[in-house]
């Protein structure tokens, strides 16, 4: 007998679950968990929000930015790093090869938005989204012939590059409360870097007051004397770096790894996270990965431990996206109360 | 690149251009939107220190001309030279950066940037921004009182301050204004026309303006625009704002 009319067993494993969710140790670990999960899709769509905050272009393609960069970077790693590699080298190693693959991303998204996008900008949207549609498919599948020359599985994630981690992040890390995976703190770290830097680089730089002018009006910001063409082509560089430094972190860890469907693994909760936060606004970018974070974190705990619907999890992100979409169409940001979750 | 201060100095003396060139000449401009052909032709002149009006019915080509100025809407055929050269080619970054400043229609400030981030993103490369901050808010101490207030918060009036304030920043010679008192209330007008009369101080004005007594009572001269053509110019002195001609070019 249940007040919700639930089958009592049913019921009884639901308030067991909630008995053990409310524990410490299990919000703590759970929080962790969300909060490298929320570091994650930061990384991946804060080159999308910038993107289209001042160029209106939705790319398509930053997913496959973001997989060439988790490939790249676990090039770097696995030509490097041999089994009896330290762990300070291959931590320095892996910093070398940020600098390395923002820098290709960067020029390969520099030569994409000279080369391609530019051409377009006084055409309506959908001829931006059918042109990086298409590259992503080219891209992704040069990736796929490459990786398979070179006897690598595209489909799967890259073994050897996952085995290129220091074992500081392979093993657990006691923080009293719990023990939690040393990536997961490694990846807060870097969310928490990410952040600093491009709110620095907004708010603190003349470029990003160049940048925030020309996301409001770019003709009005051109009539000041500013070349906003050159700005586009910097902050599109910029955003493919980005996405390119996400990918070679998300190459170290086992729920994603290097493959070439990470292109769209990762392009997916991008583009949900940019939506919930409302296009083009970095401060809601940051706030809708925190949410969109935690909330995966949390259910994922759910259906792995009480519910057992492995899948759910992912459906929940879309679910706040459509959740969004509905009460808020222009997404989260502007809402004064987004700021107190 | 020689900085804006040098360009200022260099204007107050012989310019390069031949000496008997306009500021500012416009000859034959044919500009379309599209398919549309609205300028047809226009040809005007604005000499160093004037301020000339550009007056007409709505949807004459008046912001268009400006806008052709500027290269925002290219000119399809003629000339507009700005100091001897041409502008018609130009980028409109590279005409704004040969100090010409927009002031435009519905003031377009940067909503989510703080006022003194509106001055300051107009402050051209090398310039010193604090200096013009120090400089607008002298012109205008209403801004002052408001500097950290996002440029969107403020009232119509303000704003229309801050767009010509920020005009005026990076030490520009020329400045394409358009509709200033439009959507304002009267006693606001006067403020916003007195704004404009302390820039005309600083800087030769092409001014675009409905309200044709504020109009004649802040220009020197005036062209008036029809069908996009200039069909009447002359001196703003001898022109009553009652004049026949005038009232019925405007009416619409």
Redesign the interface.
């Known amino acids: 007998m249940t007040a919700l009319g639930l089958d009592p067993v049913v019921a009884q494993s639901l308030v067991d679950g909630l008995g053990q969710f409310l524990r410490p140790s299990t919000l703590f670990s759970v929080l962790v968990d969300g909060l490298a999960k929320s570091a994650l899709f930061l990384m991946i769509a804060t080159g999308l929000t910038l993107i289209f905050g001042l160029m209106g272009v939705l790319n398509f393609a930053h997913g496959s930015l973001t997989m060439i960069g988790a490939y790249l970077g676990g090039l770097i790693m696995v030509l490097t790093v041999s089994q009896g590699t330290p762990n300070g080298t291959r931590l320095a190693v892996f910093f070398v090869g940020l600098f390395v693959v923002f820098g290709v991303l960067a020029a390969l998204g520099g030569v994409i938005e000279v080369g391609l996008i530019r051409p377009l900008y006084d055409r309506p949207p959908i001829y931006q989204i059918l042109l990086t549609f298409g590259v992503t498919l080219v891209l992704d599948e040069l990736v796929r012939i490459v990786t398979l020359f070179y006897d690598i599985q595209p489909v799967a994630d890259w073994q050897a590059a996952l085995g290129t981690k220091p074992t500081w992040f392979t093993d657990p890390v006691d923080l009293g409360l719990a023990s939690v995976r040393g990536l997961a703190l490694f990846e807060i770290l870097f969310g928490v870097v990410t952040v600093v830097a491009v709110w620095a680089f907004l708010n603190r730089t003349r470029y990003g007051?160049?940048v925030?002018?020309g996301s409001?009006?770019s003709?009005?910001?051109?009539?000041?004397?500013?070349?906003?063409?050159r700005v586009f082509t910097v902050v599109f560089a910029l955003g493919a770096g980005i996405a390119g430094v996400a990918g070679m972190l998300l190459m170290w860890d086992k729920n994603w790894g290097a493959s070439v469907p990470l292109a769209a693994e990762t392009l997916l909760p991008a583009f949900v996270v940019v939506i919930v936060g409302g296009l083009g606004t970095f401060r809601g970018t940051v706030y809708a990965a925190l949410i969109v974070g935690l909330a995966d974190a949390v259910t994922t705990w759910w259906f792995i431990n009480v519910v057992d619907l492995t899948f759910l999890p992912e459906v929940v992100v879309f679910a706040i996206l459509v959740l969004v979409l509905v009460v808020k169409p222009r997404g989260l940001f502007g809402l004064a109360e987004v700021g107190g979750h | 690149m020689s900085s804006e201060r040098d360009r200022r100095e260099r204007s107050g003396s012989a310019s390069a251009a031949a000496p008997d060139d306009p500021l500012l000449a416009v000859e034959d401009v044919h500009t379309y939107y599209g398919e549309s052909h609205i300028l047809e032709g226009v040809s005007l002149a604005v000499e160093e220190g004037e301020t000339v009006a550009l007056i007409g019915r709505n949807g004459v080509g008046k912001t268009t001309t400006l806008r052709s100025v500027?290269q925002?809407t290219p000119p399809r055929r003629g000339s507009i030279r700005y100091r001897g050269e041409e502008l018609v080619g130009l980028?409109?970054?590279e005409v704004?950066?040969r100090g010409v400043g927009?002031i435009?229609e519905e003031r377009?400030m940067?909503?989510?940037?703080t006022v003194t981030?509106n001055i300051?993103?107009?402050v051209?490369k090398g310039g010193d921004p604090e200096a013009a901050i120090d400089r607008a808010f002298e012109t205008f101490p209403a801004l002052d009182e408001r500097s950290d207030a996002k440029a969107g918060a403020l009232s119509g009036g303000q704003q229309q301050m801050l767009a010509i304030a920020?005009g005026l920043v990076?030490d520009n010679e020329f400045l394409l204004v358009d509709e200033p008192s439009e959507g304002l209330a009267p006693q606001i007008v006067a403020d916003v026309a007195d704004a404009i009369a302390a820039a005309a101080e600083e800087a030769t004005i092409l001014l675009v303006e409905q309200n044709l007594p504020l109009a004649m009572d802040l220009a020197d001269r005036f062209y008036l625009l029809d069908n996009g053509q200039v069909v009447k110019e002359g001196s703003t002195e001898n022109v009553s704002p009652d004049d026949e001609e005038l009232r019925r070019y405007l009416s619409a």
């Open positions: 007051l160049v925030r002018a409001e009006d003709e009005m910001t051109e009539a000041l004397g500013i070349d906003v063409r | 500027l925002l980028r409109t970054h704004a950066s927009w435009p377009r940067f909503a989510e940037l981030e300051r993103i107009a051209p920020r990076g």
